[in-house]
């Protein structure tokens, strides 16, 4: 059959390439068992695909079903695709035969499959794999020949990088993918479908039929229609029953197009490059960045002062630079920003490369010593408490035996 008698058949509209292309798809893996993922947006016609492969394959006597994955409740749901045994929870009240029971030999359509709970996309895997279920409350593995064919209108790849959807099973629902254009992509179809829509509505209430001018024409054919086809057909309904002027101009069709979506104004991301926009690892790349180069120049800095054996050239040469290091450490609150200034270096017979930085008063050099700091405070403790361990212990807020060690480590 080609693509022109399934369209008759149908019932479907337009001369799209991409929805030819869909045709022959589902036209060419109708005769196999494969299952068949459908992918579109929401009212685009992923059900009527469904029903194309199904009737085109041996299958077709066989029942068929469409399941609505995301309204059926998460605790139920098991229950109702596999069955249950009497008394496998409170209200199972008796045996129960699941749909995979129940369509054996036929064919299932599971709709909005992405919401389908992670358990039962395991019991799933294993009836799409070997054809083996096991019903709720039962021990006794069944078996099904069921051909399964699912629908979603969200990226299930994205899902499955979320951790909301079975890698495995994406893989094995997904072995011929079949993608449904939105209608914004079939801008020729657009007026064919909204005829079709007017005229059969027309026909079976006994309306009078409705006709667009040009401008209506190119607002319809413009307009972007996030709801797809179930939107334009209901749209079209509403001109038919609601309009006694059966000739629709563009600002009267304008009135039945939601305002919050009027010309697919969606919000979007809009690049300023005037302003830089960094990722946290790119602040982590720029702060390391920057200590090498810190380093790099105190690596210089080190190496002139050693190449001019500390005279004051070497401290001129690079006054800017050390005091640029100075200035990057964080002083105490209430702390002026400290100046330090380069003196000429005092050369004697004993150490001729000696030279000295000032900061406004003499600093004198302190030990960093954890060991030596601790040692320090311990023997001032004792000395301040006359030698009393337990007194000495309370003013550094330690134990007596801490202190007792602690003296023992340190051979005070």
Known sequence: MD????????????????????????????????????TGESGSGKEVFSHIIHQMSPRKHGPFIAVNCGAIPEGTIDSELFGHEKGAYTGAVGERKGYFETVSGGTIFLDEIAEMPLGTQARLLRVLESGQFIKVGSSKVEKTNVRVIAATNVD????????????????????????IPPLRDRKEDIYLLFRKFT?????????????????????????SWPGNVRQLK????????????HVITGPILL????HEVSGRNLPMRVENPGKEDFSERDILYKVLFDMKRDMVELKKLVADIVEHGGVAPAFANNSQ????????????????????????????NTKPDAFNITHE???????????????????????????????????????????????KELDL
């Open 234 to 245: 209901n749209m079209a309904e509403q001109l038919a029953v609601l309009e006694t002027n």
């Open 321 to 348: 630079a050390i005091n640029q290091l100075y200035r990057d450490i964080e002083m105490p609150a209430g702390n002026h920003e400290p100046q330090f200034t380069i003196q000429q270096p005092v050369i004697n």
């Open 361 to 407: 008063a003499e600093e004198v050099e302190e030990s960093l010593s954890l060991i030596e700091k601790e040692s320090d405070l311990i023997r001032k403790a004792l000395k301040k408490h006359k030698g009393k361990r337990k007194l000495a212990a309370n003013e550094l807020g330690i134990s007596e035996r801490t202190l007792y060690r602690k003296i």
């Open 199 to 223: 005229s059969d509505f027309t026909a079976k209430y006994r309306t009078p039929a409705i006709q667009l001018d040009e401008e209506a024409q190119q607002v319809l054919i413009n307009y």
């Open 156 to 179: 299930v790849y994205e899902a499955v990088k979320s951790g909301k959807f079975r890698e495995d099973l994406y893989y094995r629902l997904n072995t011929v993918p079949l993608r």
């Open 3 to 38: 693509i022109q008698e399934i369209k008759q058949r149908f019932g479907i509209i337009g001369n799209s390439p991409l929805l030819n292309r869909a045709i022959n798809i589902a036209n060419q893996v109708a005769p196999t068992d494969i299952s068949v993922l459908i």
């Open 255 to 258: 009135t039945y197009i939601p």
